[in-house]
């Protein structure tokens, strides 16, 4: 059984503005239905990196936390912290960073709380049946909230193709343990030949695990943690894994965490996919380079698994930009994202959630 997933486009009038558009378009898809009044909604996003431009703008997240007080609910924003060493491995500077990017109350009526403390350590232990786990660590603000508003922003991304719903719901929803089993499996090599000795793996390292040797770079199995953040700061590409297995492990591994939030949730989970500066790599980088095809538009839906089919559906369709990060697969139709990544295949995560439960790849797109 199919799934339905609203769409609106991005152009507007005089009579309709985006502002009219997204309030329209979540009430298609039913966000109504998941917010009772009173609820505290957790809307859960990405505030971007120090230097990234591609993330969600606050304009837009206002209107969808007005969509919510207008059903009576009492949003926050959210996101848990980083894994690496960023402006948002710890709450204070993350509150800093969406407060200079913009997520403030005089530009969103709603407070922002990082939703795995101070350190992210603050989390709940989930019982799952998966291949994987039988029990994943959630932040624990996520599940205290009444209601999880998950909105992605689409794009691609190293180990999983692209990033959208199911991201942000696996590892944007996972406490710092969490981000670290989902990653354990993910073990980087350096390629000897290529690299310089820069540094810059050294430095964003989490856990201390590669040094100098000789000129260039060194990881410790023993010490890695698998985060692979080494492997897109590295600026001659000497950074190496074994793609196919570890990046088909993760994918699982991701679904298996966003099955937990899901569950957990039940049916209080409601899900919005932005396709517009669809960059080729993660909002958690401090730079965003040129999108590889033309923004989209704005998706909604009750189902993680068909809004992601549906976005990636969508990105394929467009001809991709040239002077992108696409090394091929231009055409209408081509797949977009092993242009990007050839040797990752992003269909994993999604075969993988539907075969676990979380929702259906089969959808029905329905333009607002």
Request: with cysteine; glycine share 8%.
């Amino acid at each position: 059984m199919s799934e339905q997933v609203f769409l609106i486009d991005l152009r507007t009038t005089v009579e309709k503005n985006m502002d009219r558009k997204i309030t329209g378009l979540l009430k298609a898809a039913g966000m109504q239905e998941v917010i009772n009044p009173s609820d505290l909604v957790a809307v859960k996003l990405h505030f971007g990196e120090q230097g990234n431009t591609a993330f969600i703008r606050p304009i837009f997240i206002r209107s969808i936390v007005e969509a919510i007080v207008a059903c009576e609910g009492k949003p926050f924003l959210t996101d848990t912290n980083t894994l690496y060493r960023g402006e948002r491995d710890q709450a204070v500077n993350h509150i800093m960073t969406a407060l200079t990017h913009g997520f403030n109350t005089t530009t969103v009526p709603a407070p922002v709380i990082i939703a795995d403390g101070l350190r992210g350590i603050d989390d709940v232990k989930v019982p799952v049946e998966g291949k994987h786990f039988s029990e994943v660590s959630i932040a624990s603000t996520i599940l205290q909230a009444d209601s999880l508003i998950c909105v992605s922003h689409f794009k691609g991304h190293e180990l999983t193709g692209f990033g959208g719903a199911l991201k942000n719901l696996g590892m944007g929803c996972a406490s710092r343990e969490g981000k670290m089993k989902q990653h354990c499996t993910i073990s980087p090599d350096v390629d000897q030949d290529i690299c310089t000795g820069c540094g810059k793996c050294i430095s964003w390292c989490p856990a201390d695990a590669i040094t100098l040797a000789e000129g260039t770079s060194a990881i410790s199995k023993d010490t890695c943690i698998g985060c692979a953040e080494c492997i897109t700061v590295c600026p001659v590409q000497a950074v190496k894994i074994n793609w196919d297995e570890s990046t088909s492990e993760f994918q699982e591994k991701l679904a298996e965490y966003a099955g937990g939030v899901a569950k957990s949730m039940q049916d209080k989970c409601f899900y919005i996919t932005f396709l517009n500066n669809i960059s080729p790599a993660c909002d958690c980088y401090g730079h965003a380079d040129h999108p590889i095809v033309a923004d989209i538009g704005i998706l909604a839906s009750r189902d993680p698994v068909a809004i992601d089919q549906a976005a990636a559906d969508l990105v394929n369709r467009q001809p991709g930009f040239s002077g992108s990060a696409l090394t091929c697969n231009h055409s209408e139709g081509q797949d977009k994202f092993r242009g990007i990544y050839p040797e990752v295949n992003w269909e994993i995560q999604l075969e993988y959630a539907q075969t676990y439960g979380i929702g259906t790849r089969s959808y029905t797109l329905v333009s607002c």
